[in-house]
């Protein structure tokens, strides 16, 4: 039963401190995505990735989040320094292009900055 | 920029009803329009799709129309049941600009 698998599934840290989330998507997916979800915002893209290129960050704050895909089995999302605003639940999802971008959900990494 | 709305927040049906949700958006019509359904602590599952040129989709009891003309989407769950209460998200594809754009979801809880 192939699924998209996230690490950690729960992170406290304090704020200015480096986080780092990890992605695995299934196994022949091209594309990889990177949301974050809050109750005032609802879900927001925050990066797009076609065969490890990324398409798409603008959703992201460039100054402190990065995300990388450092080969096909592995995408990352960074954010340094840390802040409480970020606090949120973080998914990455991922898909076939040319199969209608159907996308399919891990279970997300619920992030606390206090 | 595009706008996607959700009808109300939160909906309640009685069980054996049907639910129909609503998904508004402005501008440009997207290639496809997604309906996901998420479960509390749970990511997004992918519900159904339909494309642009289509009017109409179906599968088991749920069914989701599209009019690009109203620039709207509508998400039926026939004989709505218990389990069904979640909510449920409908996603915007613009497959030509690589954008992906998810409305806030609406809250459907199913009373027996």
């Known amino acids: 039963d192939a699924r998209v698998t996230q690490t950690p599934r729960h992170k406290v840290t304090e704020m200015g401190q480096e986080v780092t989330m990890r992605c695995q998507p299934i196994?022949?997916?091209?594309?990889v995505f990177w949301y974050r979800q809050t109750m005032m915002q609802g879900l927001e893209l925050l990066a797009y990735f076609r065969n490890r290129a990324p398409l798409d960050d603008s959703g992201m704050p460039k100054d402190r989040f990065s995300a990388e895909m450092p080969d096909a089995t592995l995408a990352t999302l960074k954010i340094q320094p840390s802040e409480p605003r970020d606090s949120a639940v973080y998914f990455c999802a991922s898909g076939l292009e040319g199969r209608t971008y159907e996308q399919y959900f891990g279970p997300g990494t619920r992030l606390t900055v206090t | 920029s595009q706008k996607i709305e959700q009808n109300s927040e939160a909906l309640n049906i009685q069980e054996g009803k049907t639910a129909t949700l609503t998904c508004n958006y402005t501008n440009y019509s997207p290639a496809y329009l997604q309906w996901y359904r998420q479960d509390p602590g749970r990511g997004p599952v992918f519900l159904l799709l339909i494309r642009e040129n289509e009017k109409e989709k179906r599968k088991e009891r749920l069914k989701v129309t599209f009019d690009t003309t109203l620039k709207q989407s509508l998400f039926h769950i026939t004989a709505s049941q218990p389990a069904d209460s979640a909510t449920y998200l409908c996603a915007l594809v613009y497959s030509s600009a690589s954008k992906i754009i998810f409305g806030s979801g609406t809250r459907l809880s199913i009373r027996p």
């Open positions: 196994l022949g997916h091209n594309t």
